[in-house]
């Protein structure tokens, strides 16, 4: 045999071994890294078979002394995450580097960190990954057992026999320092004090539709797409997933070599929440749910039932019941949990989670919904409302009917609900009257038009709710408010629509008398919405209004008989005020003090006729709508020099306008189109962000200064 010299052949050969893949069809592999082995070439020429066997020794005794564990079958869409996770950890480096990998249950978190483990353990001293850290370390001897663990694996397997967690701290301390070594954690879940430690946040996102559609092709087909025929089914498929690989592993396993005719009826089966695949993705996410506490489970089944999609602060405010007594982190705990995410300041939730929750929910009393705590499935609700077969079981109803319909009350519906605490409608209408509502309630949604009978109050004078955050009346023809209806804890006052024509039947009573007014709500300080748009009948509204200091928006649009508003305005957190439509309401308020959180202020075609010179306090005004009024002059708005828009269009007895104007450097649009009767205009003229100027029509302005 001819003698060869192979020694460049074979540094291509160790080029191409560091940077080894293995296919994802080979189950038993995964993505490896094998460090490059240096080997000494003689310059003699040597025998090609002694040469390859040299080679081969060298390689096998580094691999050898590796462990790799099993990443997963199909590992689609680990290495691009493989790669984040490295760049955060800074593996070149020797300076100590903390990566927390995050994401909700199923989102493929271990899978990640144990790709990681066998890309770069071969660059440390040593390394070990730790499974099931937060089980282990509930106890004192698990936590123990972890400690050794970890020192066996860094100190080629020898044992130890300290008995106490302290101890076990100072030998790994002593041990272990000047050494670089990579500890991997798997399942850190209550270990509070390693967050100071993180140093970067790495978030396992979701599978796109193409790499989901990927993965479970892998598992259904063994294949990395879907034949002809089941594609439209693969999609259907991966649509109930949602990116989530648990879902996608297991539904395409389950599915694998069955029929078109059994994919379909396995696919339906997930739209009632059943079907053996679909039960095993929830055991797998049970187990995250039993190892929270009471209240977590408890707040977790309350967004799934009732608030997943609702604003973040409005749920937190509605959650904090005295009964339960929830942190005030109580929302960014179940995001740092991935049990919710926000976007926009909404909650969001995995489908699959909500799923599991209100599945929770009803293992509590399969065959009587009234014995459940939470009701959403528009049946269970009418049986119990209807019916009056409600129990102190029952926490919240939530009614979504299938199409918008009338459900008739009667005067027992509620009556044995003393623990409701949320009544929320979507798009039912409702008849009848009732004569008994919990106290325990926090939220009334009722909504829709409802047709109650008018002889009857229909809520209860006995109806005394201490705790009630949100109070939403849309659209009902009738109210009456007992005279003692102070809710301490009330956000939303939301009555707005109610009864376009009739709201004279709106009744607020106080000390027994009934007026066509709003009340005192002193005794209700928390109020941050106030909503009484196309109250047509509305004359008063009370001064205590004007000094609600967690009030930030109050609608009076349209509220044709208005002609009485508050004398004085002082509150600190109002952000959003209209009187637009309010024809009989010709005075604005005096305003007490700087109001800096004021921004949009509108008075359109309303009857005001003069802006109090203390307007100047609002100086966090951006937006003046004024157009179509009776204004006759505006005041110095030197005071506001953060306005943007001042819209003053058609304001037909407006004779005067402030030179102040002249020089709100913010102003981007001035509108002063139909003021027929103008005839001031600021003398000086220095606005410097001004895109749009509108003076048509202003037929007896002569003159228009530099």
């Not at 020429?45 to 199909?74: D, G, P, W």
């Not at 397997?157 to 076990?168: D, K, L, M, T």
């Not at 305005?569 to 009989?584: A, T, V």
């Not at 006759?632 to 104007?661: A, F, H, K, M, R």
């Amino acid at each position: 045999m001819a003698k060869k010299n192979y020694c460049w052949e074979f540094g291509i050969f160790f080029k191409r071994v560091n940077f080894f893949t293995i296919l994802p069809y080979q189950p038993n592999y995964q993505l490896y890294h094998i460090n490059f082995v240096p080997i000494f070439v003689p310059h003699v020429m040597v025998y090609e078979a002694t040469f390859i066997n040299n080679i081969i020794a060298e390689i096998s005794t580094e691999v050898l002394k590796r462990t790799y564990l099993h990443v997963a079958s199909y590992p689609v869409g680990i290495e691009s995450c493989v790669k984040k996770v490295e760049e955060l950890l800074g593996v070149g480096g020797n300076d100590r580097r903390v990566v927390g990998i995050w994401g909700t249950s199923g989102i493929g978190k271990t899978t990640i960190a144990r790709a990681v483990y066998n890309a770069i353990d071969c660059k440390f001293e040593g390394s070990c990954f730790l499974t099931d850290v937060s089980e282990k370390s509930a106890s004192c001897e698990g936590l123990i057992q972890l400690q050794k663990t970890l020192l066996s694996k860094f100190l080629c397997g020898a044992e130890f026999n300290f008995v106490n967690a302290h101890e076990g701290i100072s030998l790994i301390q002593n041990r272990l320092r000047q050494k670089k070594i990579l500890l991997i954690l798997d399942d850190v879940d209550k270990l509070e004090r390693l967050k100071d430690w993180v140093d970067w946040i790495y978030e396992v996102q979701k599978l796109g539709y193409d790499e989901a559609l990927e993965l479970f092709s892998w598992n259904a087909f063994k294949r990395n797409r879907p034949p002809d025929d089941y594609l439209s089914l693969a999609r259907r498929a991966i649509v109930h997933a949602q990116g989530l690989p648990l879902a996608l592993n297991l539904m395409g396993s389950y599915l694998h070599n069955e029929s078109i005719d059994r994919w379909q009826d396995v696919l339906n089966s997930y739209d009632s929440y059943g079907g053996e695949p679909y039960i095993d993705i929830q055991i797998i996410l049970r187990k995250t749910y039993d190892a929270w506490d009471c209240n977590l489970q408890k707040v977790f089944l309350d967004i799934a039932c009732f608030f997943k999609g609702e604003n973040k602060d409005y749920v937190l405010q509605m959650l904090r019941s005295s009964t339960l007594n929830l942190r005030q982190d109580i929302i960014d705990v179940l995001v740092e949990k991935a049990i919710i995410t926000i976007h926009n300041k909404k909650i969001q939730m995995h489908d699959l989670l909500e799923q599991m929750g209100q599945h929770i929910v009803y293992e509590e009393s399969p065959t009587e919904p009234s014995k459940r705590s939470r009701l959403w499935h528009h049946e269970d609700v009418c049986d119990v409302l209807i019916d009056c077969r409600g129990t102190e079981k029952i926490r919240g109803i939530v009614v979504k009917l299938p199409k918008p319909d009338e459900i008739p009350l009667n005067a027992k519906s509620f009556s044995k609900m003393e623990n409701l605490q949320f009544f929320i409608n979507r798009n039912a209408h409702f008849s009848g009257c009732v004569d008994y509502l919990p106290n325990s309630l926090r939220l009334i949604e009722f909504g829709g038009r409802s047709n109650i009978d008018q002889g009857h109050t229909y809520v209860p004078s006995n109806f005394h709710p201490r705790d009630l955050v949100c109070f939403d009346r849309r659209h009902t023809y009738v109210l009456n408010l007992p005279s003692n209806f102070y809710p301490r804890h009330l956000v939303k006052f939301d009555v707005s629509y109610s009864g376009i024509r009739q709201l004279k039947e709106f009744k607020l009573s106080v000390n027994g008398c009934e007026l066509q007014n709003v009340p005192d709500l002193s005794g209700s300080p928390n109020i941050r919405i106030l909503d009484l748009r196309d109250c047509t009948s509305l004359v008063e509204v009370h001064d205590s209004v004007g000094f609600l200091d967690k009030l930030q928006f109050l609608h009076l649009d349209r509220c044709s008989k208005l002609t009485r508003f508050v004398t004085r305005l002082g509150s600190r957190s109002l952000r959003y005020l209209s009187l637009e439509g309010c024809r009989r309401l010709e005075s604005f308020p005096e305003i007490e003090g700087k109001m800096e959180s004021l921004e949009h202020l509108g008075i359109r075609e309303s009857g005001i006729r003069e802006l109090p010179s203390s307007i100047a306090y609002l100086t966090g005004l951006t937006h003046l709508f004024a157009n179509g009024c009776e204004l006759q002059n505006i005041p110095d708005l030197s005071g506001s020099p953060n306005i943007t828009y001042l819209n003053l269009s058609y304001c037909e007895n407006l004779v005067e306008v402030d030179n102040s104007i002249g020089f709100l450097d913010e102003l981007h649009k001035l509108d002063l189109s139909g003021c027929s009767k103008l005839t001031r205009f600021p003398t000086r003229f220095g606005l410097r962000s001004l895109y749009y100027l509108s003076l048509k029509g202003c037929r007896r302005l002569e003159r228009f200064q530099k």
